[in-house]
Every structure is written in structure tokens, then in C-alpha cells.
């Protein structure tokens, strides 16, 4: 299977800045999405490197190094509403699918 | 633009019972098809992905089946439920083996 790791659990207060590591056994395809999933909800897209280096997308960034198996997610001016999972996605070993990542469960208080 | 339909949104199903779950896609031809789990507390898990009418691959042994009988139509079954089969299970569809995934609403599915 795939390695995914990322932390189980972060928690962050309004306003403030967050980053989500994740690490990832590379394969053939070494392309990285992040999906944001609330309770009870499906996944839905955040943000999709393929490239090295940093993708900005207002409020969220995601960051690829494609020689270290290393990503992570960023999030500024942390809403409330971004109380939700944040999921580090990789490819399968054939290329032909999408394994997720357990999640990182972000908390964000006022 | 294109629409992914998920039913039933929850089932309640004794051990032992039988399952069908559908997902249709709309206003894409020849999509890549995909079923989901998602058990309490885990990460999801990838049963199976189709890649066209009739193929079907399958990630882990399991206690599911799914077919492809039509090009926009993934039906994820089972002929005897376990307890273990509990989740929430998620369709999802992407243009090609390296795009994004389109995910349906889920169907959280508990076996008593």
C-alpha cells in the first residue's frame, strides 16, 4: 500500500495561520492533492501540485517537494468554518488511483 | 455541467442482508469511476475503480463486488453483509486516471 502520514489532530484560534505536513511513499506519479472533508460530508477539492514549489489559492497554499515525498497545506486567516479534515492524497503504485491519508482534524476556537 | 448521484443517503441493514449501492454520473462521457469506505475514525479506503463499461479493479480483498453495466452507472454489492461492512461509503468520478475526484454525497451504511 501507500504511506500517508500527516498529524491526527491540530487545533488553531480565528485569525491565526496553520500549516499541515504531510510525508508520502513516492511512486511512479508523484503529483498531491489535499481535500477538506467535514463531519458527515464528502471530501471536496482544495488543491493539486505536481510541480515543486508552493501554489497559491487565496486563503489556502499547498507546498510540493517531489524528492522528499513531502507536502503540506497552509491556511491563513484561519475561519471558523475551516473547522473540518484536512486529507493529504497520493496515487496509488500503478498511477491509476487516489489513496487518502487518515486526515488531520483541525479545530479552529474563537 | 456534470453531477454525481449517490442513493440511498442511509441504510440500516441486518447482518447477513444483501446490498446495492448506485451512483450515476451525468454530462461526462466515459468517466473513471470509483467506490470509497470510510469506517468510523479512519481514513477512507479505495474498494474499487472502473476505467470503463465492464472493468472493474479492485484495491482489497473484501466482502464487496461492484459492476459497471452502463458508462456512467457503478453499482457497489454485496451478497451477505458483515458487521465489519459499516461506513460511510462514498462514490466519486474523475475525467482521467490522474485528475481530481468528484465525490457523491455518501451513503452511511450500518450493519446491526
Known amino acids: 500500500g501507500q504511506n500517508i502520514d500527516q498529524p491526527t489532530e491540530m487545533t488553531a484560534t480565528e485569525g491565526a495561520i496553520v500549516q499541515i505536513n504531510c510525508t508520502y511513499q513516492?511512486?511512479?506519479?508523484?503529483?498531491l492533492f489535499w481535500y477538506q472533508q467535514h463531519a458527515g460530508e464528502a471530501p471536496t477539492f482544495l488543491s493539486y501540485?505536481?510541480?515543486?514549489g508552493l501554489e497559491e489559492k487565496g486563503r489556502f497554499s499547498s507546498f510540493l517537494s517531489r524528492s522528499k515525498g513531502y507536502s503540506y497545506l497552509l491556511l491563513k486567516e484561519l475561519q471558523m468554518k475551516d473547522s473540518a479534515s484536512y486529507l493529504c492524497?497520493?496515487?496509488?503504485?500503478?498511477?491509476?488511483?487516489?489513496?487518502f491519508g487518515k486526515g488531520t482534524t483541525l479545530s479552529v476556537s474563537s | 455541467s456534470q453531477t454525481i448521484h449517490q442513493w440511498p443517503a442511509t441504510l440500516v441493514q441486518p447482518v447477513g442482508s444483501p446490498l446495492s449501492l448506485e451512483c450515476t454520473v451525468e454530462?461526462?462521457?466515459?468517466?473513471?469511476l470509483y467506490w470509497y469506505r470510510q469506517a468510523a475514525g479512519r481514513g477512507l479506503q479505495l474498494l474499487f475503480y472502473?476505467?470503463?463499461?465492464?472493468?472493474i479493479s479492485s484495491e482489497v480483498p473484501q466482502n464487496l463486488s461492484a459492476s459497471r453495466p452502463q458508462d456512467r452507472q457503478f453499482i457497489l454489492s454485496s451478497k451477505k453483509l458483515l458487521l465489519s461492512d459499516s461506513g460511510f461509503y462514498l462514490c466519486?468520478?474523475?475525467?482521467?486516471?490522474?485528475?481530481?475526484?468528484?465525490f457523491g454525497s455518501g451513503t452511511q451504511l450500518s450493519v446491526l
Open positions: 492524497v497520493s496515487f496509488n503504485q500503478a498511477g491509476t488511483a487516489l489513496i
Open positions: 472502473s476505467v470503463g463499461i465492464g472493468q
Open positions: 501540485n505536481v510541480l515543486d
Open positions: 466519486a468520478w474523475s475525467v482521467g486516471r490522474r485528475e481530481k475526484l468528484f
Open positions: 513516492t511512486s511512479g506519479f508523484n503529483g
Open positions: 454530462g461526462t462521457s466515459n468517466p473513471n
